[in-house]
């Protein structure tokens, strides 16, 4: 019923917006007043298999467990900033420039006068990871199975999990992924040693620090990362202006203590084709009794199912898809109308 | 001769441009023409052990020897792009804020009217590793000798080799590292899977791609990179405008085929300290004998010393030094000198 209401007045808001920026292959000049880089966290480990080349000690200090974090504020009045956390086997690169070259959710929440802030998880992209334990099993002091656990998504396997059809290479009917650019979608997977981490995983620590550093935001999480902003909150609401769960892999559950996330505006976001995958219908089923529970324990979340508005054929992959920016625009309308407020410090 | 001249022209051109850059804390607002990011390169590799975790299935394709490319594009007339390509155990976080928070490179050539392409090296940071290998050696198909070759720079180690002082945690005087934010700095080193890659580094061919695609560009590599504009224009000079090797670890041999530099601007960097540093020392008089022999066969190669015009205190990592900004303004006034046109397709 609400979003039914606001899918009406998002037609009147957001089409002339969308019209504006992506008809013209060229969006116009963007001012910016600040942007930057920096890293959040990390921890100084002593090891003695840094390397197993001569040109380097095999023995020193390295840091680990840190967040990349990279940042533009634009010109004009102050805005609640957005936090932009990738996915599973995946970086920052996530909201940028689409695989067929369109303007990423990055960008396009700068445009509307966001400050915003990509990061890489820890252990992950420009975040780096630990590789001691690669070198004490090539060097003979440990065994191979204390090797870490990494993986790679294949392509073939990725495909049902991004809903992009059944089975490699079938397509999903109506699909919005630009899938005749899958192969520069591929290009955006890296190595991830998620389950090497501890729970929470570093990076969730780092988030908590970040908003209450940059004075408060929303977390904006996708699929791996779903639980993440629910787990900052969890170890202190400082900061938390929001959550926005884009696809998220998991939800607490409702069993789990809830206070947390008293008044928190919070928003779980899916695209299409959900029921017709057995990896993603009881996620969405589990966030839909998390967000009944929360609200029932004095929350404000909701969940947004892009069908039920009538938009159709997106993938897990929905800021990549051809009606992106309609989506962003839904998010932003959905902060604006919800998130009216910096969090008190 | 040449260089006294030119330090002669930059203290009457540069430092009104510097004093109005860096002595406030803001420099004003940027306007962006463009931004976004891609990938160049990229093949396909199938493995049966992507994977150890039942979540993630171990057969599959990954693609993996793509580079990462961030870009900015300034409002205002068209200028020769600058491309900026890491060094060891580094990503593209080198050239962005320094570790203690001021601009770095590629925001500054930004704002001085270059089009700028940051990278990641293949295999590292946002660029794909393949660690099929790893998971070969965990799930027993493969032996620990056959685990990839990767190192991770300690502090202690990495203490000499950026020229901070000789022995870690000693400072060299004068230093203009910041040296109070070297927490910060070790948070960018990544692990360095470069000894595992062919010759020349699929980033090399990447590069010449990329020059090609942008119409044009100046290569400027740093450290362990020094040698790939050098590479790349051995396999074609289209698109390369200039190369800008900031303290190249290796230049080419005087004894290599010299015709690719031929009538191409070059320009060789080195900071302070040099002749301290054992490591350093020989790499500075190679690239010297470098470039004698390239101009001897038609180059248009020089050398600069910081000290030989009266800058004292640079290290290894002069990108983030505290005169970060004087150094970009001396190389911006070089290629304005020096790169007069956008090289032919």
Chains 1, 2 share one sequence.
Request: glycine share 8%; proline share 9%; net charge neutral.
């Amino acid at each position: 019923m609400r979003w039914l209401l606001m899918s009406a007045v998002l037609c009147a808001v957001a089409l002339p917006a969308l019209a504006q920026t992506t008809s013209a292959e060229d969006p116009g000049p963007l001012t910016i007043a600040k942007q930057g880089s920096f890293f959040v966290g990390g921890r100084d480990v002593k090891s003695d298999t840094l390397s197993t080349l001569p040109a380097y000690a095999a023995s020193g200090t390295v840091t680990v467990d840190q967040m990349y974090v990279h940042f533009q504020v634009p010109a004009g009045p102050a805005a609640v900033p957005i936090v932009l956390i990738h996915g599973c086997c995946l970086t920052g690169k996530t909201w940028e420039t689409t695989p067929d070259g369109r303007m990423g959710w990055d960008e396009y929440f700068v445009r509307k006068g966001r400050p915003v802030y990509v990061i890489d998880q820890a252990w992950r992209g420009r975040s780096a990871a630990d590789i001691s334990a690669i070198n004490a099993v090539k060097a003979g002091k440990a065994t191979p199975d204390q090797l870490p656990t990494v993986f790679a998504a294949g392509h073939e396997g990725a495909w049902a999990i991004f809903r992009f059809g059944q089975t490699y290479p079938q397509v999903m009917p109506g699909l919005r992924f630009p899938i005749a650019s899958a192969g520069e979608f591929w290009k955006q997977m890296v190595p991830d040693f998620l389950a090497n981490l501890p729970t929470p995983n570093p990076t969730v620590p780092a988030l908590s620090e970040l908003v209450q550093r940059i004075g408060g935001g929303v977390l904006m999480s996708h699929s791996q990362s779903g639980i993440y902003p629910f787990q900052t909150a969890a170890l202190s609401r400082a900061g938390i202006a929001g959550i926005v769960a884009v696809e998220p892999g998991a939800c607490p559950l409702p069993t789990d203590d809830l206070t947390p996330y008293k008044d928190l505006p919070i928003l779980v976001l899916f695209g299409d084709y959900v029921d017709q995958f057995p990896r993603w219908a009881p996620r969405l089923a589990n966030c839909r009794a998390f967000v009944a529970a929360a609200n029932a324990a004095g929350g404000r979340a909701e969940v947004l199912v892009l069908p039920d508005i009538g938009i159709h054929g997106n993938t897990h992959m929905l800021m990549q898809d051809d009606n992106n920016l309609q989506i962003a625009e839904l998010l932003l309308a959905w902060i604006g109308k919800n998130v009216t407020a910096f969090p008190k410090p």
